[in-house]
């Protein structure tokens, strides 16, 4: 397949794009290039015959027709959405701007493009979405696709939005697209603003690990190598109209999470060991989730597909990256808001 991969410079996207390319498909990465995102998550399949890049915004409607146009690929695979919750409470009209009103513009444009193609039965487009989306559970119980939306944040009401106008687009003008949601994922390539390596890199440099509220807060964690595999796996075998959930089976505390990569970092960094003793509560965010699960069923029974990656694992290999890539992610500790608290409201 030629697959036009939305928001590929980012930390999913060039997941996607790596596995894409290691399988054999060709891929049109299509990104804005905004704060978050880094062209050299995809430096290992850039020179490939089959891998092309095209800087440009999904709010650019102009954009998008030129990019499909010249293209044709067979599937799009929408990733490109700002992400990060504390963000979208400082600021939450680019959260609107891009995930809703951008996910419009990519849908009448690939919706325009299948139409002009003749309706392709094999063409799909696949949205890529978040558990965040179906709110707040309880200690028991697991979200699955008939799950009842309930978002918390400006952040997760924008991920709803988009995926509520990815189906009306399948239901209205039969535009044959897939689904997904995931829950938290972590990895080689994670901007360092997110939970994962703001503590691997604060580990390292001796400096407080700062846990949001009591650290009680519990999610289902998924290494993002195995979340490219899914989605690879949905995109090539999946229904079209049907929605998968992607999980990673491992639920954890974020506190033990923390715990858990600081006795990584007290085997392969000694220097601030026990590294759990930086360990600082924080004030919680406004409006935090207490628990997602996922219950990743139906991806499992109808297409064959479960994590391969256990969490010791993953973040044991997650450490390791970051200890061995510092070139990587030094550059971007200065960018715009990285070590700075945001979401305070």
């Given at each position: 397949m030629?697959i036009?991969?939305?928001g590929?410079?980012?930390?999913i996207?060039?997941?996607?794009?790596?596995?894409a390319?290691r399988d054999?498909h060709q891929?049109v990465n299509?990104?804005?290039?905004?704060?978050a995102?880094n062209l050299?998550?995809?430096?290992s399949?850039a020179?490939?015959p089959?891998?092309?890049?095209?800087?440009?915004?999904?709010?650019d409607?102009?954009?998008?027709?030129r990019?499909?146009?010249?293209?044709?690929p067979?599937a799009?695979m929408?990733?490109?959405?700002e992400?990060?919750v504390?963000r979208?409470?400082?600021?939450?009209?680019?959260?609107?701007d891009?995930?809703?009103?951008?996910?419009?513009?990519?849908?009448e444009?690939a919706?325009?493009?299948?139409?002009?193609?003749?309706?392709?039965?094999q063409?799909?487009?696949?949205?890529v979405?978040?558990?965040?989306v179906?709110?707040?559970?309880?200690?028991?119980?697991?979200?699955?696709e008939d799950s009842?939306y309930?978002?918390?944040?400006?952040?997760?009401?924008s991920?709803?939005a988009s995926?509520?106008?990815?189906?009306a687009?399948?239901?209205?003008?039969?535009?044959?697209v897939?689904l997904?949601?995931c829950s938290n994922?972590?990895g080689?390539?994670?901007?360092?603003?997110?939970?994962v390596?703001?503590?691997?890199l604060?580990a390292l440099e001796?400096?407080?690990?700062p846990v949001?509220?009591?650290?009680?807060n519990?999610r289902?964690?998924?290494?993002v190598?195995d979340?490219a595999d899914?989605?690879?796996?949905?995109?090539t075998?999946?229904?079209?109209g049907?929605?998968?959930?992607i999980g990673?089976?491992s639920?954890a505390r974020?506190?033990?999470?923390?715990?858990?990569i600081c006795?990584h970092m007290d085997?392969?960094?000694?220097d601030?060991?026990?590294?759990?003793?930086?360990?600082?509560f924080?004030p919680d965010?406004p409006g935090?989730d207490?628990?997602?699960?996922?219950?990743?069923?139906?991806?499992?029974?109808?297409?064959g597909w479960?994590p391969s990656v256990?969490?010791e694992?993953?973040?044991?290999r997650t450490v390791d990256?970051y200890?061995?890539?510092?070139?990587?992610?030094?550059p971007?500790?200065t960018?715009d808001g990285?070590?700075?608290r945001?979401?305070?409201g």
């Amino acid at each position: 397949m030629k697959i036009l991969v939305t928001g590929g410079a980012g930390f999913i996207g060039s997941a996607v794009i790596r596995q894409a390319i290691r399988d054999g498909h060709q891929v049109v990465n299509l990104d804005a290039l905004t704060y978050a995102a880094n062209l050299r998550n995809v430096d290992s399949v850039a020179g490939a015959p089959g891998y092309a890049f095209e800087h440009a915004d999904i709010r650019d409607r102009a954009a998008l027709d030129r990019i499909l146009a010249a293209h044709r690929p067979d599937a799009v695979m929408h990733l490109a959405a700002e992400s990060h919750v504390d963000r979208s409470i400082d600021g939450p009209g680019a959260f609107i701007d891009t995930n809703v009103t951008g996910s419009y513009h990519l849908l009448e444009a690939a919706r325009a493009y299948w139409v002009a193609a003749g309706r392709p039965a094999q063409f799909r487009f696949h949205h890529v979405s978040t558990d965040e989306v179906f709110g707040s559970l309880g200690p028991e119980g697991r979200f699955t696709e008939d799950s009842p939306y309930d978002p918390r944040s400006p952040y997760s009401a924008s991920k709803a939005a988009s995926d509520h106008l990815v189906r009306a687009w399948h239901e209205t003008y039969g535009l044959p697209v897939l689904l997904s949601n995931c829950s938290n994922n972590y990895g080689p390539f994670h901007f360092p603003e997110k939970l994962v390596p703001v503590v691997i890199l604060k580990a390292l440099e001796g400096a407080p690990i700062p846990v949001y509220g009591d650290g009680g807060n519990i999610r289902d964690w998924l290494f993002v190598e195995d979340h490219a595999d899914a989605l690879l796996t949905v995109l090539t075998r999946g229904e079209v109209g049907r929605s998968y959930h992607i999980g990673g089976e491992s639920e954890a505390r974020n506190i033990d999470l923390v715990r858990m990569i600081c006795a990584h970092m007290d085997e392969r960094r000694p220097d601030h060991a026990p590294h759990e003793n930086l360990i600082t509560f924080v004030p919680d965010r406004p409006g935090h989730d207490r628990r997602y699960a996922i219950d990743p069923s139906r991806i499992r029974d109808e297409l064959g597909w479960r994590p391969s990656v256990s969490l010791e694992e993953g973040l044991r290999r997650t450490v390791d990256w970051y200890l061995e890539h510092g070139d990587w992610w030094r550059p971007l500790l200065t960018r715009d808001g990285v070590g700075m608290r945001l979401g305070t409201g």
